[in-house]
Each structure stands twice: as structure tokens, then as C-alpha cells.
């Protein structure tokens, strides 16, 4: 069963920093596409950023030239570097990948938020 386990989220002031991570686990097929997205109260879940098994990234443009992703393809992990964080950026952010097969799994979330 796949799993995706999600960490560093948490309460940063405006201008700081965060590297939410993710690691998948539990498939005997390659995750394909991995990213992340992002729900803030009252709004639709939105992709943040995405990263192919060969390295193709396409990012909103909200977070274009302040959030970078990456992946380690040999952990089954996706990061994301979070910069110049303000209080937009304030939600939950899900890991999501795809599996070879065409499988699309969810993480449970992680709460980002940034207040002064």
C-alpha cells in the first residue's frame, strides 16, 4: 500500500524559511510525477509546484523564483525549499505523486503557516 509521510511544516515569521519533505513508500511500480499542492481556508486546492522522474519542474506562479523542488529518485523523496515565506503562503501542503501505472496517491497534509 503506498504511503506518503510528510514533515516539516510549521509557524515561521514573514521573509523566513521552511523544507517540507516527502517520502513514498509502499509501490512495486516508479512514481512517476511527484509535487506538491496546497489548500488555504475557504479556497480550492491549488498545485504549488511538480517534478518528473526526469527532472521536469513546472511551479505556479505565485511561488515562481521563491520555492524550489526536488526530488531524490533513489529515496522515493520530493522537498520543497520554501524562501521569502509570507503570510499567503499560509496552508496545508500535500505531498502528491503518480505511479507508473497511472495510480495517484495524497499525503494527509502539513500545516504551513506564516504570521509575525
Known amino acids: 500500500q503506498v504511503q506518503l509521510v510528510e514533515s516539516g511544516g510549521g509557524l515561521v515569521r514573514p521573509g523566513g524559511s521552511l523544507r517540507p519533505s516527502c517520502a513514498a513508500s509502499?509501490?512495486?511500480?516508479?512514481?512517476?510525477?511527484m509535487g506538491w499542492y496546497r489548500q488555504a481556508p475557504g479556497k480550492e486546492r491549488e498545485l504549488v509546484a511538480t517534478?518528473?522522474?526526469?527532472?521536469?519542474?513546472n511551479y505556479a506562479d505565485s511561488v515562481k523564483g521563491r520555492f524550489t523542488i526536488s526530488r531524490d529518485n533513489t529515496k522515493n523523496t520530493v522537498n520543497l525549499q520554501m524562501n521569502s515565506l509570507n503570510p499567503e503562503d499560509t496552508a496545508v501542503y500535500y505531498c502528491?505523486?503518480?505511479?507508473?501505472?497511472?495510480?495517484?496517491?495524497w499525503g494527509q497534509g502539513i500545516q504551513v503557516t506564516v504570521s509575525s
Open positions: 502528491r505523486t503518480r505511479t507508473s501505472i497511472g495510480g495517484l496517491y
Open positions: 509502499g509501490s512495486i511500480f516508479r512514481f512517476t510525477t
Open positions: 517534478i518528473s522522474s526526469g527532472g521536469t519542474i
